[in-house]
């Protein structure tokens, strides 16, 4: 089976386990279509990053230039390379067009922008995709960037990750970083860096991780230069070629967006404290337990009904796993945590405290997320609570376009978390008059047999696979429901959603943890 991608190219598709057809080639690279979660091993040895010489370092340790630009030129940056970026100022920050635009300024073409993840902050790169500078982006694409790729404009196909898939390619060599672009809070000359001081503090530079690891040249761009060394350092300056200062690197402001504020809704905050209850009804919700919650506005309302249940009921949490907030933050205040496991901090609540508390815990998408790794954090996670864009019947679950088939957001940490013990995803049973449970999800983020439980203002559907789940919660108050009678509630006061009127070229795809390919977005016609 073949559609166009162009009009000089056609792409051949399979099925994969989950039944969606998916490129057999993504941007000249043969991809392995999923095939079912756990089934997959992979063989061969890490990649591994160029031996240097100190010989070809100054003595001094001072690993200054005068410019991004001067750096990027001494890096050896040219066409068709590969540049990276990391994402926690979020929509704060500047350096990431700030080293884009200095490329175009040099003169190279066709780079792929391979970012943890960009905001609509980072608009500008579609025009320098107009104007050759960047080929295509893989990395997860919120807003206008992502609209951008739907409609087919983008030359190449754009590759959404995870935060531990990203991690994973660079690891496994499924992409190669050239040169490396680190916004660094704080820096000193020989590229020790640091996120959670300085005046443009973000909380930790974990994404950035792999990009020192693994990328031929790295940059460390900062608007704190302190005296070596600089302490503590989450990215160490062995691991940096060239360091810039800049006046700025971005906005910690805008850390926070609309997705960090807990919700105001009565049907969503219903959703919320069901959740809790469903929790503390199941057992789940007990000494020494563990939960993550994601940043949305259900997920921060459901921390603050779970706080007063564990209060009510004598429970403290052995950890949380953040992306922190203020509401994580106060739970280890007020002593209803030993830890907080931080992957990324999400206000500047999170930001102070992972500064100065030392039991707030900066960690990375190795030891959290990583597939492909010796176990990772992500499956000793008792329970998790996500949103999503849609589910359908089959629980599989959508997180990355809308029901009309545009791009608008990014994977993020979404996927690994749902290896937690209970994996739960708290949405509406509509938005704006467009039911969230559908007959199949229009892009498939997480497949059915990953997620556990479904909770809407309407009723909490439990994956029959769950027969313990089932069990645990039979004879309670709590409304459980199978998800096709919630569905059908819906759909008799919105109507049945159309399907969304979708092209034949396939415009970018979604990995899996492991590397394998989930699914495929389409271009909206």
């Not at 060599?173 to 000359?189: C, L, N, R, Y």
């Not at 300085?198 to 994404?207: H, I, N, T, W």
Request: with cysteine; hydrophobic share 40%.
């Amino acid at each position: 089976m073949s559609v166009s991608a162009n009009a000089k190219e056609r792409v051949e598709l399979a099925h994969n386990a989950a039944g969606r057809a998916v490129p057999t080639m993504v941007n000249g690279k043969p991809q392995i279509p999923f095939l079912g979660a756990g089934k997959y091993h992979p063989r061969g040895r890490k990649a591994a990053p160029a031996i240097c010489s100190n010989k070809d370092y100054p003595d001094s340790g001072d690993k200054r230039v005068a410019d991004l630009e001067t750096a990027l030129r001494q890096c050896g940056l040219r066409d068709g390379m590969v540049i990276s970026n990391h994402h926690h100022l979020r929509d704060g920050d500047r350096v990431a067009l700030m080293a884009l635009e200095a490329a175009a300024r040099i003169g190279v073409k066709d780079l792929m922008w391979f970012p943890s993840a960009s905001f609509p902050s980072q608009e500008g790169a579609i025009e320098l995709m107009e104007k050759g500078v960047i080929h295509h982006i893989e990395g997860s694409m919120n807003g206008p960037l992502g609209d951008y790729c739907t409609q087919g404009k983008m030359r190449g196909m754009g590759v959404l990750r995870s935060h531990g898939g990203r991690y994973q390619a660079i690891q496994d060599g499924d992409v190669h970083i050239d040169v490396a672009v680190i916004a660094a809070p704080t820096a000193d000359s020989f590229g020790n860096a640091d996120g959670s001081h300085g005046k443009s503090a973000c909380g930790l530079l974990g994404f950035a991780l792999a990009d020192s690891i693994y990328a031929d040249r790295v940059i460390a761009v900062t608007d704190n230069l302190v005296p070596f060394p600089c302490v503590p350092w989450q990215i160490q300056g062995n691991n940096v070629d060239f360091v810039v200062e800049v006046e700025s690197i971005g906005d910690p402001e805008k850390i926070v967006s609309g997705t960090t504020q807990i919700t105001r809704s009565p049907d969503r905050l219903r959703i919320a404290e069901l959740v809790a209850l469903f929790l503390r009804t199941a057992g789940i919700m007990k000494n020494g337990f563990s939960f993550q919650a994601g940043a949305g506005g259900i997920a921060l309302a459901f921390v603050e009904y779970l706080k007063q249940m564990m209060k009510d009921d004598g429970v403290k949490a052995r950890f949380v796993r953040g992306g922190s907030t203020k509401f994580l933050v106060e739970l280890l205040q007020e002593g209803l945590t030993d830890y907080i496991l931080d992957g990324q901090t999400f206000d500047l609540d999170g930001v102070k405290s992972i500064a100065n508390d030392p039991r707030h815990v900066a960690t990375s998408p190795f030891t959290s997320y990583n597939y492909h790794g010796k176990g990772n954090f992500a499956s000793l996670v008792d329970a998790v609570v996500l949103g999503a864009t849609e589910v359908d019947v089959n629980f599989n679950a959508n997180v990355v376009t809308h029901s009309d088939g545009r791009l608008l957001h990014g994977i993020g940490g979404w996927q690994n978390c749902l290896f937690a013990g209970c994996t739960i995803l708290a949405v509406p049973s509509f938005r704006d008059r467009i039911p969230v449970i559908v007959d199949e999800v229009t892009t498939m983020t997480g497949p059915g047999e990953m997620i556990d439980v479904v909770a809407t203002e309407r009723g909490i559907a439990i994956n029959p696979r769950r027969t313990d789940l089932l069990d645990a919660v039979k004879g309670s108050k709590l409304p459980i429901r199978p998800i096709q009678d919630i569905k059908a509630e819906v759909e008799k006061i919105c109507g049945k959603p159309a399907r969304p009127k979708l092209g034949d070229r396939p415009c970018a795809v979604v990995k899996w943890v492991d590397g394998t390919v989930l699914d495929t977005v389409w271009q909206v016609s």
